[in-house]
T-cell receptor, first 113, second 109 residues
Framework: GAGVSQTPSNKVTEKGKYVELRCDPI?????LYWYRQSLGQGPEFLIY????????DSGLPNDRFFAVRPEGSVSTLKIQRTERGDSAVYLCASSLRGVDTQYFGPGTRLTVL | GQNIDQPTEMTATEGAIVQINCTYQ??????LFWYQQHAGEAPTFLSYNVLDGLEEKGRFSSFLSRSKGYSYLLLKELQMKDSASYLCAVWGATNKLIFGTGTLLAVQP
């Protein structure tokens, strides 16, 4: 079956702009995660959804970052007033229930000029 | 605090065996994962250990000692395509993975 998909694959924006990154998890997976990965680093946890609700958003760096999953499937990560420091690869992962193996999407490379 | 340590880089020869170590200190422990990540691609799942001991899966094996906070990934019969970053990740007390910085493995002919 299809894996985790993310769109767009690349996003270039200007400082101060608003961006939305989309994640389509594996069908039937109830848990969805967002991570941010900078060059030479491991993925850094941002937020975890179980179904429609954000079960843990402790990794969001500040209130410019927000994520939703209104129907318990597709999720959107929203970043307001982007800053150059937000440039990174944003990874999405899903798992069947939550406490099991996470499968990653290809990521969205965000560049803020 | 939470800390996961693994070597930054390693080099090995095609056909050889390489061991990548990972030590961790986390709040709680519910399992340890190894992922492989090729440059510009998503991490792909390799192994999961929750009990002490060795888990073997083809050319890849992973070992865990919970009392020592230690794991290793063993790659046998190295191939050029094994050149990648190998990420150690721990499932702590909460439902999120804490990743190490990754070990960049270069396999040379």
């Amino acid at each position: 079956g299809a894996g985790v998909s993310q769109t767009p694959s690349n996003k270039v924006t200007e400082k101060g702009k608003y961006v939305e990154l989309r994640c389509d998890p594996i069908s039937g997976h109830t848990a969805l995660y967002w991570y941010r990965q900078s060059l030479g680093q491991g993925p850094e946890f941002l937020i975890y959804f179980q179904g429609t609700g954000a079960a843990d958003d402790s990794g969001l760096p500040n209130d410019r970052f927000f994520a939703v999953r209104p129907e318990g499937s597709v999720s959107t990560l929203k970043i307001q007033r982007t800053e150059r420091g937000d440039s990174a690869v944003y990874l999405c992962a899903s798992s069947l229930r939550g406490v099991d193996t996470q499968y990653f999407g290809p990521g969205t490379r965000l560049t803020v000029l | 605090g939470q800390n996961i340590d693994q070597p930054t880089e390693m080099t090995a020869t095609e056909g050889a065996i390489v061991q990548i170590n990972c030590t961790y200190q986390t709040s709680g422990f519910n399992g340890l994962f190894w992922y492989q990540q090729h440059a510009g691609e998503a991490p792909t799942f390799l192994s999961y250990n929750v009990l002490d001991g060795l888990e073997e899966k083809g050319r890849f094996s992973s070992f865990l000692s919970r009392s020592k906070g230690y794991s290793y990934l063993l790659l046998k019969e190295l191939q050029m395509k094994d050149s990648a970053s190998y990420l150690c990740a721990v499932w702590g007390a909460t439902n999120k993975l804490i990743f190490g910085t990754g070990t960049l493995l270069a396999v040379q002919p």
